[in-house]
């Protein structure tokens, strides 16, 4: 089991809520193997600041020590609470491996002395890795790591959503735009008004689907009368009827 003692602050009775105001809870899953080498106190408290960040713990046989998904996107986590000196190759080994596996991985690793902090930027250096590959999260004890690993995973879970919303955003501006230019070709047509016109957008939808569309078919899918409906089939058939000029 690590050395809890100095690197844990006491817990407070409540934990803190940072993600709450945004909505944007998940699923946290942690190893089983990591959670065994931990304190049983430093468990507690990542479950009661899971609960007040409506995240669901479950404990799982994963490789990394975290993954958590949130906001459709999942993270993942390594997190170091005892940073020997003396063998850090296992834990820079390892990274590299899950590298690889997961293209969300962030590292914390809880360094409270300047003997750690100096090995850890000595070793960072000696063992090659790439800046931001995966991205290394320097902490001075447990309590702060695992605040900023739930963080790191909630920023990431809100660009995804709002990067999603984005997307929606855009969608719905085309499709207001595909309607206001079918609203204004059919409008076009002698004797087709705008309730005509958005009663064939909801039936039809284009404009292609539309100059296909037989008188009969209009008649059967919208309330268009039996003239209406001859008109608009012999706009689209009828070069003579489409290249004369509209009467108002």
Not at 183 to 192: C, D, K, L, Q, Y
């Amino acid at each position: 089991m690590s050395n809890f003692g100095s690197k844990f602050r006491q817990s407070p009775a409540k934990a803190p809520s940072i993600v709450s105001n945004a909505g944007c809870g998940g699923v946290c899953m942690m190893s089983n193997l990591w959670r065994d080498e931990q304190h049983p106190s430093f468990i507690h408290f990542i479950s009661s600041f899971l609960n007040a960040n409506s995240f669901r713990l479950n404990i799982v046989p994963i490789a990394p020590d975290f993954i958590f998904n949130c906001g459709g996107l999942s993270v993942a986590f390594v997190f170091v609470t005892n940073w020997d000196c003396n063998n850090v190759s296992p834990i820079f080994s390892r990274i590299q491996k899950l590298k690889g596996q997961f293209g969300h991985l962030y590292a914390v690793v809880t360094l409270p002395t300047k003997e750690q902090n100096d090995s850890f930027v000595r070793s960072y250096f000696e063992y090659g890795m790439e800046f931001g590959r995966p991205t290394f999260v320097p902490v001075r004890d447990l309590e702060m790591g695992f605040e900023k690993i739930v963080q790191i995973a909630h920023a990431c879970g809100v660009c995804k959503q709002q990067d999603a919303i984005s997307k929606m955003k855009v969608e719905r501006e085309k499709s207001v735009q595909g309607m206001d230019a079918f609203i204004r070709v059919v409008m076009s047509i002698p004797g087709i008004e705008n309730h005509d016109a958005h009663a064939l957008h909801q039936t039809i939808g284009s404009i292609q689907a539309l100059s296909r569309a037989s008188k009969d078919y209009i008649l059967e899918n919208t309330d268009l009368s039996a003239d209406k409906a001859e008109i608009i089939s012999s706009f689209f058939r009828d070069k003579n009827y489409y290249l004369s000029p509209k009467i108002n």
